[in-house]
């Protein structure tokens, strides 16, 4: 399995911006689709993005479209998400988590929590209205 540690969380104000980083240990983290995932108090935990084990395919929520980034640097086994223009309604705990499987070769992207195997422990971000 490959071991998944989350940073950058924090609170800020509407507007503002923060960027999580994602760091991975473990197995060849860079085979793998990276998705970035968030849940709210009293709801479930919903899709925010993802990005395919080379860098050069992502997949966004519609919620976050345009606002969010995520991209990744596999020498450093790391992988960010950076959000602009937050609004109260992005504040969640957000994670990352690795694919089951690695995907070496193949532009795959997944969206569903089912797809993803490794998760890390979760970074707050509080966005002040």
């Known amino acids: 399995q490959v071991q998944l540690v989350e940073s950058g969380g924090g609170l800020v104000q509407a507007g503002g911006s923060l960027q999580l980083s994602c760091t991975a240990s473990?197995?060849?983290?860079?085979?793998?689709?990276t998705g970035w995932f968030r849940q709210a108090p009293g709801k479930e935990r919903e899709f925010v993005a993802a990005?395919?084990?080379?860098?050069?395919?992502?997949s966004y929520a519609d919620s976050v479209k345009g606002r969010f980034t995520t991209s990744r640097v596999n020498a450093k086994n790391t992988v960010f998400l950076k959000m602009n223009s937050l609004k109260f309604e992005d504040t969640a705990v957000y994670y990352c988590?690795?694919?089951?499987?690695?995907?070496?070769?193949?532009?795959?992207?997944?969206?569903?929590?089912?797809?993803?195997?490794?998760w890390g422990q979760g970074t707050q971000v509080t966005v002040s209205s």
């Open positions: 473990g197995r060849t983290f860079s085979s793998y689709v």
């Open positions: 988590a690795a694919s089951k499987s690695d995907w070496y070769g193949w532009e795959k992207l997944f969206t569903k929590a089912a797809d993803f195997g490794s």
């Open positions: 990005i395919s084990w080379d860098g050069l395919s992502t």
